[in-house]
């Protein structure tokens, strides 16, 4: 007899999804899977699989998997491995720990980012306690996703908490969506719900993007094309027209901000330092006119004027940033445009407005591992682990690190655990390979995946883990989905793969360090223990076992606060969580510390490095952009041929430039600039801002003999530039030229 059932499980990548899988089980098999209907869904929002999830068995659970532990045997980097048993693996990372500890402090012990496995139970937070336990590590702070917004929202506002239900998007009279593409790149499941509902209640929802993304077709928005990394100068142009027309709400600026106007200045500082000061010209003589930013962005003078007007006018209504205009060099700055706008508008505190910016939002509690403190104090900023292998002893506070004045140790061990950000995803992949390729720089490289990734190739020691069917965690969606997920076991592991855990558990048992580290429970102890410390904060919360059996439970007590409605009625009473008190369009702490590179005091566009106006652009005269697929989580699923067909990895290029390069639709064209070459085929398109080309970032980099990479992997383009306040990622600017293969 077959033996069948169904089993409730969620995802567990970095995908802001984490959306609802029914494993369809026979024999110990999945046939297929299946997701939340809205018949199921009742009343709630239906948690549909998007099409990653739909496909999730046919990726993680291919021929290609990992089958075992292994070493290094050939260069490193060149991917040439030996199988070795699991005993043999614990004890080599046992005494590479030790050694290194021992040799070059604790300091010199790293965790690289990884995002592979985004619930309560991962390799890399896991080794994190581990290495806590034994004395310390550096650690990072940021992230690659929201380095920039999110450093520029806590400058503004004193906190990221900027979010409010979505739910009160239906009372905006007009949404602008800035940089976000939320029908393809999945913040959560419910952003796109309540956009369609917006617009089915005839709200005009308007999207900023140098591409016509997936959320201009599907929600038929109005779509302004705008160069890359020039958003600040159209917010500027829009600030210009919202003043010269007297629509500020100068109320609120009078009564919640800082640093508008000459009469709201620090005390002490020259008044002409103010934001109005940089935009009528009185500081350089240039009025920043939509005919000025014209030039910059690309936006007719026309669209800037009409769409600060209509937007100062609507009265309320929302600007929703996405990442996607942060993730450039001076990527603060359009973040603090945009919150600026909202401020100007009188958009924040206000139902049906929004107080924009990164908008994190918080209304449950977090189920968390408890926290072993680190001992050693020092952070860098993640984008610069390359550089604290290369030179972490010389590295200071102006580089970015946190906790003190400098480092002690070059980073010398990097354990990387389900994240391919060793190559893949990090910036410029030929330096950070040949970084990567010294052995005397870092000594050891551990990594654990399902597969022989980029990152893969540099391990020292390669450890096959197992995929979200095949061991149990508790994931959380992103931003506005009010659940928690459990992620069931399906299956039996394959081949010799582990859960992290629990080799981790035999490595601390060797150094001493079981009964701490483990506080002698399994891995799913540990759910069970980290689920009853949340349910004394959230008791609302069904048993485990009840919660267990669903995969879900979706909270039904969800109150409603407008984000900052209190502080903006009342700062006095009620202060922003800033130095000032208030919302700090000046920025004291800014104007008095020295950047390596110029930052302002106050939100306004800075020509960026690599921009359409440096002079790099006359030898490379295409601004590059990537942006995050439907077809992929970042570059898992690349190996899933059956994805491929769904989003083929082209180039998208405007007609104009394809014409003046004699291009046409699907030919191969070399891709380069002056630190990697792509070949990859062309894909020509008015979906595309003329002068811009964009490459969807997470495909699998595969070089061939001369070093150019054939998977169309956007970070060989990419370069290790930090942003000058948040020292983030810039992985969306970048200036390259297009030719035809011949
Ligand atoms: N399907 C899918 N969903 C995902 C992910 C995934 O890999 N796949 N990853 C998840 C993760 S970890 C993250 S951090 C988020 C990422 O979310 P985002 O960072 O918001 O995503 P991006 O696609 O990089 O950028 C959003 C949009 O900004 C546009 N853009 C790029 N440069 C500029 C610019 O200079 N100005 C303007 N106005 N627009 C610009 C891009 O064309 C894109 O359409 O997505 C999450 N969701
Ligand atoms: N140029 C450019 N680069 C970018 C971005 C961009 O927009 N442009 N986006 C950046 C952003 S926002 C992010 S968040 C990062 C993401 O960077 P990463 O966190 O490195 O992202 P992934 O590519 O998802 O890597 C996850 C890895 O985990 C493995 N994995 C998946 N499931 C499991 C599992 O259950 N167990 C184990 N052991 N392994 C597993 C996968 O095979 C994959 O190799 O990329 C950044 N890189
Ligand atoms: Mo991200």
Redesign the pocket.
Known sequence: MEHRQVIHTTG???CGGRCIIHAQVCDGRIEKITTDTPQEAGKEIPLCACVKGMNYHKT?LGEDRLRYPMKRVGKRGEGKFERISWEEAVDIITKEWIRIRDTYGVGSRYV??????DGVLR?NNLAKRLLSLDGGYLDYYN????ACIGAATELMYGTRNTGHDPKDWLQAKMIILWAHNPAETKFDSVTMYYLKAAKKKGIPIIVVDPRKNATVVQLDAEWIPIRPATDAALMDAMAYTIVEQGLQDQAFLDRCCVGFDHAHMPEGIDPKECYLAYLTGEQDGIPKTPEWAENITGVPAETTRDLAIRFAKAKPAALIQG??AQ?HSYGEQSARGGILLACMTGNVGVSGGWASGVADYERHAKPAMPLVKNPYPYKIPVFAWTEAVERGSQMKEQDGVTGGAGLDADIKMIIN??????I????DINRTAEILKDTSKCEFILC????M?A??KYADIL??????F??ENITVPWKYGDFIGYNNQVIEPLYEGR??YDWLVEVADKLGLKQEFSLGRTAKEWLRAVYEELRMKEPELPDFDTFRQAGIYRYQNNKEEIAFEKECQNPQKHPFPTESGKIEIFSEKVYHTTYPDFFPAIPRYVEPVEGPQDKLAQKYPLQLI???TNR?????HDNNLSMHKLDPQMLWMHPEDAKKRNLQEGELVEVWNDRGKIRIPVKVSEQMMQGVVALS??AWYKPDKNGVDVGGS??IL?SLNRTPYAKG?P??TNLVEVKKLT
């Open positions: 567990r990548n970095n993680f690289n980012y990884a995002t592979g496995i390799g992230s690659y996703s929201s990442y996607g993730r655990l389900a994240g391919n950000c060793l893949n995803q990090h910036g654990s995946d399902l597969f990734t990152s893969a450890l096959p883990g197992v995929s979200m095949e061991s859960f992290e990537g942006w995050h992929r989580c970042h570059s898992i970032q997470g956007i970070n990419t990622n992985q969306h």
